[in-house]
């Protein structure tokens, strides 16, 4: 070594030179490593990645899916029991959408109304109760009381509410004849101030609960309504790009359906079969996000022929049977029969559903540890019509 050289690393700390040595390594290494990475994905077990597809009517197109916008809205009364549950999903590009609001004394099962869910555990064990019983999760979640109804309300006061409708009036009269002398305080056509919304939504009338509940549909009717009219969300406090603010916005930009299900009054509270109710709120969220992690599963849903319209006729059978659709597109070419491969010995019996559900389809079981999706189903020529 040359003798200045080896006179100036003598006279110096170590880290003075080793650590510019060290960087240096990094620097050469970092091209390797994005080699390697890029390489392993490109090597995937899971399928081979060549140009990307954008024509959806191409073989090979690819998109993925985005769940549902959903939200829990919760309301509470003065004394802060529960008088309002509602579900509300957005359609696509979040114009208009559909609400279902649930009685509180709505019963789970057999067993506690979603009324006493809340008051034993509050909003959070509710919430965990109904995405475990409708089997989805929702994207977000509130609780409303009066004073924040009020502020929303305030810029479209007073609405307008006709409560002359026939279910309407026949309750009214029904619990009147019951000699309930607490009944009815809202009649007929009304002006509704902001400030009366709390007490408009909460009070109950009957022991059923269903009067509040019809004229809570009527109020998210006639609100959204008048809210369809108008051209600046900044109108609605807080954010319009995320939770309630969203949702609402959102519903007031198109059609707006309120779903209506058969209901059984019982002196222990109010029954509705829960297949009915499961079927209703999957129809308004037709792509839900899992109830918990791991509690769908992954599915890559492919057109095999070539023009279906997978997302109208196909996948709403697999969602319903325990999928979560995450890649929806063109399998890599046309003239394919049906085919359901998993990669999971656990998904076997799932994957059996899912192939009775489409009335046909050869099933493939394919071990890889590394797949995108648990599940992948091809429609094929052999299902034509049969959907």
Request: net charge negative; aromatic share 8%; with cysteine.
């Amino acid at each position: 070594m040359n003798l200045r050289l080896k006179k100036f690393f003598l006279q110096k700390p170590w880290w003075m030179w080793a650590f510019p040595l060290i960087v240096l390594a990094f620097l050469v290494a970092i091209p390797l490593f994005v080699w390697n990475a890029t390489d392993a994905i490109l090597s995937s077990t899971d399928g081979d990645f060549g140009e990307v597809v954008t024509d959806p009517s191409e073989p090979g197109y690819l998109t993925y899916v985005m769940a549902t916008p959903s939200h829990l809205a919760l309301n509470v009364d003065v004394d802060g029991d529960l008088s309002m549950a509602m579900i509300i999903a957005l359609g696509p590009n979040d114009e208009g959408g559909s609400i279902l609001l649930l009685n509180p004394n709505t019963k789970l099962g057999n067993e506690m109304t979603i009324a006493s869910i809340f008051a034993s555990g509050g909003a959070e064990q509710l919430e965990r109760s109904l995405k475990d019983y409708l089997t989805i999760g929702f994207k977000s979640r509130n609780t409303m009381s009066a004073s924040i109804w009020d502020a929303y309300i305030a810029p479209v006061s007073p609405l307008s509410i006709d409560l002359n409708v026939e279910a309407y009036t026949r309750l009214a009269e029904q619990s009147l004849s019951e000699a309930n002398n607490e009944c009815c305080l809202f009649e007929g056509a009304i002006e509704l101030q902001s400030e009366n919304v709390g007490e408009y939504l909460n009070i109950s009338d009957d022991d059923s609960g269903e009067l509040r509940q019809l004229r809570q549909e009527l109020f998210w009717q006639d609100w959204i309504e008048v809210l369809s009219s108008e051209t600046d969300p900044s109108m609605l406090p807080g954010e319009i790009d995320s939770g309630f603010g969203r949702m609402v916005w959102g519903l007031s930009r198109g059609n707006l359906v309120v779903v209506q299900l058969e209901q059984l009054i019982e002196p222990s509270g109010v029954r509705i079969e829960a297949e009915v109710l499961r079927d209703a709120v999957l129809e308004m969220i037709p792509f839900p996000q899992p109830s918990s992690p791991g509690s769908r599963t992954t599915v890559r849903l492919l057109d095999g022929v070539g023009g279906l319209d997978l997302a109208r006729d196909y996948s709403a059978g697999l969602v319903r049977a325990g999928a979560q659709i995450l890649i929806i597109g063109n399998s890599p070419e046309f003239g394919k029969a049906t085919e359901l491969i998993y990669h999971d010995d656990e998904n076997a019996e799932l994957v059996r559903g899912f192939q009775e559900i489409l009335g046909g389809g050869e099933v493939f079981f394919e071990p890889l540890t590394d797949a995108a999706v648990e599940v992948t189903v091809i429609i094929g020529n052999d299902l034509i019509g049969r959907n």
